[in-house]
């Protein structure tokens, strides 16, 4: 799914589309928020597959990973990803402990001066998408490396005109590599969306929110923010 596409559908989602639902009990959503339109929550992961790992047991654990959805595993999908062997979230991979994976959409804040009436007060709008189960370990080298040449394919593939090709690095460089990774799946027990996008406001503050989101604030790019790192840390 092309971004400006679900982006475009953010708003229509939030709208109050339907779905069914399991029960949710990660996030506090506003009934005027909740998104349960199973489609769009599967296009909105896959979109914005960067995602945040949240394990609680014996500590809370947070792990930045990118994810792959298999939308035909399990009632709600199945979500495939990986960690460092060196990283201790691994013992919560036991197929007991309890795990949220956050997916973050778009967000900004949201300047009273764009409403129809400026005796407000700000706000900031956002999507996500919490899904929620339990971590299980892939241990099999082959499914590994399934994994990583299905993670790749589907990143790499973002760049046209990319000749890189997972398939073709000797065995002799890949396995060692893979020795130093340990995989899970999460069979998705419960998925919730939050669209807060200021759809329950008037029609008029709408048009101001879309007015000016185009020219509003926004962080710097990965390039911008990555340029400016270098340069720091040359000083």
Not at 165 to 180: A, C, E, H, Q, R
Request: aromatic residues 10%; charged residues 25%.
């Amino acid at each position: 799914m092309k971004r400006r596409d679900l982006l475009a559908g953010l708003a229509a989602a939030a709208s109050g589309l339907e779905g069914q639902q399991p029960n949710p009990d990660s996030l506090y959503i506003p009934t005027a928020h909740r998104v349960e339109d199973r489609k769009f929550l599967h296009d909105f992961m896959e979109e914005f597959s960067f995602a945040d790992l949240v394990t609680a047991s014996p500590s809370i654990r947070l792990t930045h990973i990118p994810v792959l959805l298999d939308r035909t595993a399990g009632p709600y999908g199945t979500i495939l990803g990986h960690i460092s062997r060196n990283n201790a979230q691994k013992e919560t991979f036991d197929g007991k402990s309890p795990a949220v994976i956050v997916f973050h959409g778009p967000e900004s804040y949201i300047s009273p001066t764009w409403y129809a009436k400026t005796e407000a007060v700000p706000t900031w709008n956002f999507a996500v998408v919490h899904a929620s189960g339990k971590l299980k370990p892939i241990t099999d080298k082959t499914a590994l490396h399934n994994l990583l040449a299905n993670l790749i394919h589907k990143f790499e593939g973002r760049y046209p005109g990319s000749t890189y090709d997972f398939s073709k690095l000797p065995d002799n460089y890949v396995y060692p590599m893979i020795g130093g990774i340990v995989g899970f799946e999460m069979q998705i027990e419960g998925i919730e969306g939050k669209c807060k996008l200021g759809q329950e406001r008037s029609a008029e503050d709408k048009a101001g929110i879309l007015k000016h989101l185009p020219t509003a604030w926004r962080e710097p790019t990965m390039a911008e923010f990555t340029a400016a790192f270098y340069e720091r840390a040359a000083k």
